[in-house]
Nanobody, 120 residues
Framework: VQLQASGGGLVQAGGSLRLSCAAS????????MGWFRQAPGKQRELVAT???????NYADSAKGRFAISRDNAKNIVYLTMNSLKPEDTAVYYC???????????????WGQGTQVTVSS
């Protein structure tokens, strides 16, 4: 199983970016997909998660500015980020809790991270 994140880059404050993360490999089902971020010198923190049914959860810092969505047929999760601030600068990681077979337990997989830099 692999998670491939893309869409990061350099953007000015107030701008927007859309991150994508595609899960591939031997996947039976994906329950929750999410985005986390880690700024230099800080711990990795939750940004947003989305269940297979579409229920979402956001960090307070993301509410009202970021939107998480997913394409269940393609095993892709998106993070649309608007009104970006310099403090949003971080490496953004996607993850997915998934089963590889009908009888396996859910396991958590992580993508490789994509850099988001917001200039002031």
């Amino acid at each position: 199983v692999q998670l491939q994140a893309s869409g990061g880059g350099l953007v000015q404050a107030g701008g927007s970016l859309r991150l994508s993360c595609a899960a591939s490999g031997s996947i039976f089902s994906i329950t929750v997909m999410g985005w986390f971020r880690q700024a230099p010198g800080k711990q990795r923190e939750l940004v947003a998660t989305i269940s297979s049914g579409g229920s979402t959860n956001y960090a307070d810092s993301a509410k009202g500015r970021f939107a998480i969505s997913r394409d269940n047929a393609k095993n892709i999760v998106y993070l649309t980020m608007n009104s970006l601030k310099p403090e949003d600068t971080a490496v953004y990681y996607c993850n997915a809790a998934l089963r590889t077979t009908p009888t396996s337990y859910n396991a958590l997989y992580w993508g490789q991270g994509t850099q988001v830099t917001v200039s002031s």
